[in-house]
């Protein structure tokens, strides 16, 4: 297991989107709010791999989870 610190521009690299600061913003600004109902894996706006990256990391607690967690947090507000 890699036990590495991630970054919110390490995640969005892994998901295969632009990982800029500016690009990071224009996404959560883009896709917020999320409703609280909807959980952040089954957003409309994931594709298919994207969606099961993220439901493997928070259902594992792996270590991408915190940073999935940041994301999770920024998409509400």
């Not at 969005?12 to 883009?30: K, M």
């Not at 896709?31 to 994931?46: E, G, K, N």
Request: no cysteine; hydrophobic share 45%.
């Amino acid at each position: 297991m890699d036990l590495s610190n991630h970054s919110l521009q390490d995640l969005f690299a892994q998901l295969g989107l632009p990982a800029d600061d500016e690009a990071i913003d224009h996404f959560v600004a883009t896709h917020r709010p999320l409703a609280d109902h909807i959980r952040l894996a089954d957003a409309p706006f994931w594709s298919a791999s994207q969606a099961q990256f993220l439901r493997e990391e928070i259902g594992e607690d792996a270590d991408w989870a915190e940073v999935v967690d940041r994301l999770n947090v920024m998409l509400r507000g």
